[in-house]
Structure formats: structure tokens, C-alpha cells
């Protein structure tokens, strides 16, 4: 990863607080819009000398849990990944964001068939407590669905500091830990970038970093694919997602050809699956 001199940093700085966006900062300061990640963590560090953590964690079973968006997930999505628990006993879970859907807060115009804001929080409650006893320790990808409080509040000059915590709105204890995005230390010595979905080619986005690459976000794309450089071979793995296609939240995808792609992915052995949610024609999980 670059370290940046504090000069650069304070830099950053300055063009956040006088409004640049991040990609804009990462053009003037490092010249080059790609590299806008870097500015992020810059910005996310409060602009301060920190050296990037060590990942302590077993990365050598990783489950990802796709976009969820409760309550409009897959009546069977939590049987489906009770069975991906049993099946592959992961060492570490990390959910990539949209757990959450938010439909009524939305910046999109809310369907009024829907719940109300506080009726979809409600309903939603007792799904996130049946996820945490599945999953008691678990990163979580902050998202566009996920984070949308937190975003309204960016929009209405809120700080922060007057908002709860996710753990604190959701009731769930502290082994939920949300993060911006995530680098993992593989066992075989290289490195995974993990994000809620930073860019519609995963793959690309893997070059772009020099490392593997997992993302949630894009619901139409279930797959893994590699890449190889003489240093090594990497991978980007899309997740699919774990939504009830029939829920009106997701009515705006009928006028697209392309269909939501039910499942999630795993890293297991420094290598990625795939693991497809198979239905029948009832639209039920089909356990293989
Ligand atoms: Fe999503």
C-alpha cells in the first residue's frame, strides 16, 4: 500500500473540506483518478500518519454474504447460507453491505405499497438477530443500501457524531464490525481487495489494485475469473446476491433483460467459489 507524506495528506485534506470529491482530489494530488481508494483511506484516517493494520484474521474460509436488502431478501436466503456454514465451516465471514435495503429512504422515489421508513426497520429487526445467531462475528461492507441513514445525514449538514452506531441502530453486539472496504492477507501470501462495489469489472478492478478482488453490489453478476502477471495469479469474484426477485423493491430491474443472479461466493484456500443459489420453478432454493 502507498504511504503518503503528511504534505500529501494534508493536501487531501484541504481539497476535502474546501468540497473536492475524492476522485477529483486523487487527479491534482496523485494525478490520476484511479486512485481515488488511496485518497479514501487518507480521508477515512482523518488525514493523519497510520500505518495500515496487519489483517490477524483466518482468512483461510471466507464467506461472503452478498447483498441481502432486508427485508426483501430470499425467503430461503437464511437456510441457504446455514447449509454454506455446515458445509464449508468458514474461519471468517464477511457480508459485502446492502444487508439492509432502506428501500424508503431511498434517494429514488419510494414505492407507497412498501413499509415506511420506521415499519421497514422494524420488520427488518428480527431478520438481523437471526442473522447475528447464525453469524455472531462478522465484517460488514459499508454500502449504498447500508449506509443510507448515515448518507441523508451527510446531505442535511448532520455530523456524525449526533448519529447512532449501525451496531447500536441494529441491537447487534460488537462482534459486527463495519468497514469501508478491506484488504486480506491470504494464506498463500497474496492479498484480497474486498469492496461493496467500487467497479462494474471486477476484474478490472483487480488489475487496478495489483490483488485479487471480491465485490457484492452489481445483483446481475455471479461469477470468478482470473488474471496472471509473472509476480502471481488473481482473481475478481462478483456475488451475486440474495434477494426475493418477486419483491416489489426490485420492480425497477423488470425493464432489464439481464436478471438478478441469486447466490454468494466463498474464498476457500486462497482460491474463490462460486456458489449459486439454485431455484425451482416456484422460485424455491433448489438444495442440491
Ligand atoms: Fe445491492
Not at 441457504?80 to 422515489?109: A, M, N, Q
Not at 431478520?127 to 443500501?145: G, R
Not at 469489472?201 to 457484492?216: E, F, H, I, T, Y
Amino acid at each position: 500500500m502507498t504511504q503518503h507524506s503528511q504534505s500529501t495528506k494534508d493536501k487531501m485534506k484541504a481539497l476535502s473540506e474546501l468540497g473536492f470529491s475524492s476522485r477529483e482530489i486523487a487527479k491534482l494530488v496523485l494525478g490520476s483518478e484511479t486512485k481515488k481508494s488511496s485518497v479514501n483511506r487518507v480521508l477515512a484516517s482523518g488525514g493523519k500518519s497510520v500505518k495500515p493494520k496487519k489483517d490477524t484474521e483466518d482468512n483461510s474460509r471466507i464467506l461472503f454474504i452478498s447483498d441481502l436488502h432486508i427485508p426483501y431478501h430470499h425467503p430461503d436466503s437464511f437456510t441457504f447460507l446455514r447449509h454454506l456454514k455446515e458445509k464449508y465451516k468458514p474461519t471468517r465471514v464477511i457480508c459485502l453491505g446492502d444487508e439492509l435495503d432502506k428501500h424508503s429512504l431511498s434517494y429514488h422515489e419510494s414505492d407507497p405499497d412498501l413499509y415506511s421508513a420506521g415499519h421497514e426497520l422494524d420488520a427488518s429487526i428480527p431478520f438481523i438477530h437471526e442473522l447475528e445467531e447464525i453469524f455472531p462475528k462478522m465484517d460488514i461492507l459499508e454500502s449504498n443500501h447500508g449506509s443510507l441513514v448515515w448518507r441523508k445525514a451527510k446531505t442535511n449538514g448532520i455530523p456524525k457524531h449526533y448519529i447512532k452506531s449501525y451496531n447500536d441502530v441494529l441491537g447487534v453486539g460488537k462482534g459486527w464490525k463495519w468497514h469501508f472496504d478491506m484488504t486480506l492477507d491470504l494464506p498463500d501470501g497474496t492479498q484480497c481487495y474486498v469492496h461493496h462495489g467500487k467497479a462494474s469489472d471486477v476484474l478490472k478492478l483487480s488489475q487496478q489494485m495489483g490483488m485479487s478482488a471480491v465485490q457484492g453490489h452489481y445483483h446481475t453478476d455471479l461469477g470468478a475469473r482470473f488474471w496472471a502477471n509473472p509476480n502471481g495469479l488473481y482473481f475478481g469474484m462478483q456475488c451475486g446476491c440474495l434477494i426475493d426477485r418477486e419483491s416489489y423493491a426490485f420492480a425497477y430491474s423488470n425493464v432489464n433483460i439481464k436478471k438478478q443472479l441469486i447466490g454468494t461466493g466463498l474464498i476457500i484456500d486462497s482460491l474463490p467459489i462460486v456458489e449459486p443459489m439454485i431455484l425451482n420453478e416456484r422460485g424455491e432454493w433448489k438444495k442440491r
